[in-house]
């Protein structure tokens, strides 16, 4: 069986006035077609062209093993010279992922390829970050720990993006004190006697092909596919609703700081004690 998901809506152009006031204030996804055309990134960027002008960087990468009491937050599980790391990408299939990674800020001629989209969202002016990954490579069901509005871009084949808004959480088995659902949930196929509540979530999907933005309103959790070896950046803006903001402002000065102090103090306890709660928070709800 598989999950409830329907299409997320495309369009081709958008103006800003109807994006903010359909999209935005309502708080519903949208694929834009043809924001990037206009870039300079829209012909450049591909992964020869990254390998060309960033090749001799060494760049953090990330594979798809469980959350360990060993690893720092959003510490990387390997490094490799990022010529090396295309000519895997392009090879074979890898789990391998370059994850909010600035090579903007170490390789400044990216900077201009891209344009900052006059689109009806006060978008945060700091150099955005670059994520990689190969051929069926995932990146676990999460939501954004600071709930901004994002536009997410994709750039060199394609990417499949499901989507939850925040109402489905409580199906969705979140590990409390965390941004992740259970990292055991295949959501390509999920075992639905094993995730019972996974079949009262309701979601949205999309494929995501060169140039293509997907807008991810704020807190809407998110499970991403590369179909093929490619790379997507991401422009923020702040959370609009005033109940975000506290969220984001508790995840960022709280909860981050207190799930790495019981990591520390309970080790693989803890990890297994918060992935244990999942499950009964979830089934409460059944």
């Not at 204030?25 to 390998?51: C, G, H, M, R, S």
């Not at 001799?56 to 360990?68: A, C, F, G, M």
């Not at 489905?168 to 979140?174: G, S």
Request: glycine residues 4%.
């Amino acid at each position: 069986m598989k999950l409830n998901l329907v299409e997320i809506p495309r369009v081709k152009t958008i103006s800003k006035e109807d994006f903010f006031n359909n999209y935005v204030k309502k708080q519903k996804p949208l694929v834009i077609e043809q924001l990037t055309t206009d870039w300079p990134a829209y012909q450049k960027w591909n992964l020869e062209y990254i390998k060309q002008v960033a090749g001799d960087k060494t760049v953090p990468l990330y594979d798809d093993r469980p959350v360990s009491h060993k690893d720092g937050f959003n510490e990387a599980h390997a490094k490799m010279k990022m010529s090396d790391y295309i000519d895997l990408l392009q090879e074979k299939p890898t789990n391998y992922r370059i994850f909010l990674y600035n090579l903007m800020q170490e390789v400044s001629v990216l900077q201009n390829d891209f344009k900052w989209p006059k689109i009806g969202l006060r978008l945060v002016k700091q150099l955005p970050m670059l994520f990689f990954g190969g051929e069926n490579s995932k990146v676990f069901m999460h939501f954004d720990i600071d709930y901004s509005n994002i536009l997410h871009f994709h750039f060199h084949g394609k990417k499949q993006c499901i989507l939850f808004p925040p109402s489905e959480t409580p199906y969705l088995y979140k590990v409390p004190h965390s941004l992740i659902s259970r990292e055991d949930i295949d959501f390509d196929n999920p075992d639905f006697e094993k995730w019972p509540a996974l079949q009262k979530a309701k979601g949205m999907i999309c494929n995501l092909k060169h140039g293509e933005m997907l807008y991810m309103p704020e807190g809407y959790w998110h499970y991403m596919k590369y179909l093929t070896p490619g790379f997507s950046m991401s422009l923020r803006a702040f959370p609009r609703k005033i109940n975000n903001l506290g969220k984001a402002a508790f995840n960022v000065f709280v909860m981050r700081h207190y799930d790495v102090l019981m990591r520390k103090w309970k080790g693989q306890e803890w990890i297994d004690y918060k992935n244990n709660q999942a499950i009964i928070n979830t089934n409460k709800r059944l």
